[in-house]
């Protein structure tokens, strides 16, 4: 019953009190009828999502606690590691991103290491006003420059990871706030992971709502060059590449 | 008399971290700067010249102005220390977590693989 992992793809959804939608995601991401395991990382969760998450089909990592975003995504990669997934995509249980879009951010990995789905990039009507716009365009600008390649949307939880840049996420992957977007980002990319960006469309949330509260986006700013500023000076993540390049110094 | 009172109160301190050390309920990295700091203010309280000696070599006005200020400078020390600590200890506490829930996963999935197989000598696929 149990095929091979590493042809399948691992669509790890972290979830913290996300009761609302995470049943009905994780079976819109199976409905899709690719080859996809959905492991559903519940952070500590105080309500159902566990529950519903497993009745939906998905697996279910439970932290005995509230760890962040950025703990659930390490904890899942860690997962992935292990059961040997060659590709794995992260997707929020709210509901934001078409599951019929993960196909496409996967595509990336054909050239890449990290796949970003991209809010901004032409597609779809997602919009943010304000400090929080200004902060999302300052670091998807300094983060392009860094990787060489245009990058709109560095914040988005839309991402795909291949080998490569799960074992180098493993080695850094912090979890702090914003630990799991920008940092995580950064050091990647200074690590020698190739980045890319597949323009998608996002949906309104199927539960919770969105915050426009302008002081918590003014923290946001701050926080995010905070964290910018951290992770630029961070050492480099020295790991063994697999198979494929195993002569050029092994970065990444 | 004062003197006495503040080499009493020393020798309280370098006795309460010793007995601590010995029933185990403090760890020699902690104690260290602690037996350091009582067996200081100790010397300090048997030869009050010493202190007057070294703020005058030093240049400070007061003596207790120098006493303040280096215990201040260790207490900082202690507090920095404890918070770097802590957060060697959350890391691992998180480092923890994860492996539980990863453990704990792949156990509740093993008797699942077991009743859709019945074939319970096969454990699933990867290692």
């Known amino acids: ?252 | 008399m004062l003197n006495i009172a503040a080499f009493i109160l020393a020798l309280a301190i370098v006795g309460v971290v010793f007995e601590m050390l010995r029933r185990k309920k403090l760890r020699e990295k902690y104690a260290a700067l602690w037996l350091f700091v009582g067996i200081g203010t100790l010397v300090l309280a048997a030869f009050p010249r010493l202190l007057t000696i070294v703020t005058e070599f030093s240049g400070v006005q007061l003596p207790s102005n120098l006493l303040f200020i280096i215990s201040i400078l260790l207490l900082l020390g202690v507090c920095l220390h404890l918070s770097w600590e802590i957060s060697v200890v959350e890391d691992e506490t998180r480092t923890l977590a994860e492996e539980v829930a990863i453990l704990r996963a792949l156990i509740e999935a093993l008797p699942a693989a077991e009743n859709a197989e019945g074939n319970p000598t096969k454990s699933p696929g990867s290692q």
């Open chain 1, 1 to 252: 019953m149990k095929t091979d992992t590493s042809a399948r793809v691992l669509v790890i959804m972290p979830a913290w009190n996300e009761a609302e939608s995470v049943g009905n995601t994780v079976r819109e991401v199976l409905s899709v009828g690719m080859p996809y395991d959905v492991l559903v990382v519940n952070d500590g969760s105080k309500d159902g999502t566990a529950a519903l998450a497993a009745a939906a089909g998905a697996t279910v990592l439970n932290l005995p606690f509230n760890l962040g975003v950025g703990g659930a995504m390490r904890a899942g990669f860690k997962y992935a590691q292990r059961r040997g997934y060659s590709r794995v995509i992260q997707v929020d249980a709210d509901g934001q991103h078409d599951p019929r879009n993960i196909e496409e951010v996967l595509s990336g990995l054909e050239y890449a290491d990290i796949s970003i789905g991209a809010r901004f990039a032409d597609r779809g009507d997602y919009e943010v006003k304000g400090p929080r716009k200004w902060a999302m365009q300052f670091l998807a600008r300094v983060i392009s420059g860094l990787a060489k390649t245009r990058l709109t949307d560095v914040t988005s939880g839309f991402r795909a990871a291949n080998e490569r840049a799960i074992n180098q996420y493993l080695d850094h992957y912090p979890a702090e706030y914003l630990g799991d977007t920008i940092d995580s980002l950064v050091v990647a990319v200074r690590s020698g992971c190739k980045v890319t960006q597949i323009p998608v469309a996002m949906r309104p949330r199927q539960g919770g709502t969105p915050s426009h509260d302008p002081v918590k986006a003014a923290i946001y700013l701050g926080r995010s060059v905070f964290a910018l500023l951290f992770a630029l000076t961070r050492k480099r993540s020295l790991l063994q590449t697999s198979d494929k390049t195993s002569q050029e110094p092994a970065t990444c």
